[in-house]
């Protein structure tokens, strides 16, 4: 039985019926050896279920929210209440996919059983946008239970390098050997001998946090930085606006060796900042043609990994908050000052320390979160003040070599995170062989038509690359200024 640390047991109180907090996404595979249907994905996923503790592990509660909450092997644990079996109807295309995923992702998990469900789709061939007996997989797990890289541990356990057929495991234990779940005065035991160590540990925090504040104080003034913004200073927009449970999706795959190029443009540029200006871009047109674009630029939160390995369960991030140069019309030039944002956020964090920040939930009494949580959701408080940020742009980087589940072969993924009331916009970025994907999920408020936001950051990169290439071109064809030849010696011939 472990308890959850605070970032995990913030996603727990965060969740709610219009807001269900789970990570995931969509995986498309394409068979290569033989036929792969429902009954071989379910044998699979059996067959892998001892490889990662995500799968078994579900949440019990501290009585009258006095704790936050703790993990435990679920002793009734039921694999085909975790699976699904859907069919597309014609045309089974990227479309028809898409809307069958933004339903799943508008669902909620059950708490009473472990917090991930996959929905194993068929039908993907009746276009022809897909393969010959392609399917795709609509997964989805709690963010409790895993941030973008916690993910990769189930994945993990389901992938494998090259196509093979997993042996079938042995029969489970019985649910009379399983351990039972604990008893209310159990759970209240171990919470609070849990809180008489916090008071020292929260002193400590506190420490750090104000050595590392002197620290970044330091590391502005020394090294001519600027200041990220703080949050509650993004200005408003479409995005932030109170909720329902309804989901848009769509996204967009960008080629691996373009971004190079662009790289080659901007001195210093990293594939997270030209992610964060091709998004910018497109953000710009999206909000410009329906006359909303803002007179400050939008605030993006890009969470940051401080996991030390994979199989780390449960969530370490931390976060730096990133203008996105809405304003700036010339591709090149966005590209150029988010670069520069990003270098001073990475500053400011690194100075503070980053697992400084991801602490800070730990400290936020549990009852008194999940109140407020309700609160803030139920009032629509998100419509009467400025919002912390804009939007959420995570990056999770993927693997370059091709990834099978049994005998089927990976060919794309796109994932997806959550969105709150006042935070309606989350793009998830990952990467896979030789394309990067670019996934968008809002709520239906935020923005309805995300196919048109989709099209504006496809139009939004093939500006940046056009200049870019300009720019390269210009650089190697540049020519060399010759140096004068060096005078001889008095005397010398």
Known sequence: MEQLSGLDAAFVYLDSRNAPMHVGGVHIYEPVAGAFGFDEFRAHIEACLDGSPLFRRRLVEVPLHLGR?????????????????????????????????????????????????????????????????????????????????????????????????RKRRAAAKPAAQARPVPGALGLLKRSLGGAFREPGETLNWAANLVRGGLGAGREFIARDH?????????????????????????????????????????????????????????LRRYLQAFGRLPDKDLVAMAPISIRHQVNEGGNRVSAMLIPLEVGTRKPVERLRRIHAHAVDSKAYTHAIGAATLADTSRFVPYSLATAAAGLY???????????????????????????????????????????????GLIIVVTSYMNDLSISITSAHEAAPDVERLAGDIRASFAELREACATAVKTKTTRPRSRKAPPKRANGAG
């Not at 898409?98 to 472990?114: G, I, K």
């Not at 927009?237 to 790289?263: E, G, Q, T």
Request: glycine share 8%.
């Open 377 to 423: 959701s139920g009032l629509h408080l998100a419509r009467y003040h400025r919002p912390p940020f804009n939007l959420v742009i995570t990056n999770v980087p993927g693997p370059r070599v091709p990834l099978y589940l049994g005998t089927a072969r990976l060919l794309e993924g796109f994932g997806t995170a959550p969105v709150l009331d006042g935070l």
């Open 69 to 165: 909450p703790f993990w435990i092997e679920d002793p009734h644990f039921d694999l085909d209440l975790h699976l699904q079996h859907s069919a597309l109807p014609r045309p089974g295309n990227w479309e028809r996919l898409r809307e069958l995923a933004a339903r799943m992702f508008s669902r909620p998990l059950d708490p009473e059983r472990p917090l991930w469900h996959l929905n194993f789709v068929s039908g993907l061939d009746a276009s022809g946008d897909f393969p010959p007996g392609s399917f795709a997989v609509i997964s989805r797990i709690h963010h409790a239970a895993a941030d973008g890289l916690g993910t990769l541990d189930m994945f993990n356990a389901v992938w494998s390098s090259e196509p093979r057929r």
């Open 226 to 282: 600027h200041a990220p913004p703080m949050l509650f200073q993004a200005p408003r927009s479409p995005f932030n606006v109170p909720i329902s449970s309804r989901r848009c999706f769509d996204a967009v795959k960008l080629p691996l060796d373009d971004i190079r190029m662009i790289r080659g443009a901007v001195d210093g540029a990293t594939v997270n900042d030209i992610v964060l200006a091709v998004c910018s871009g497109g």
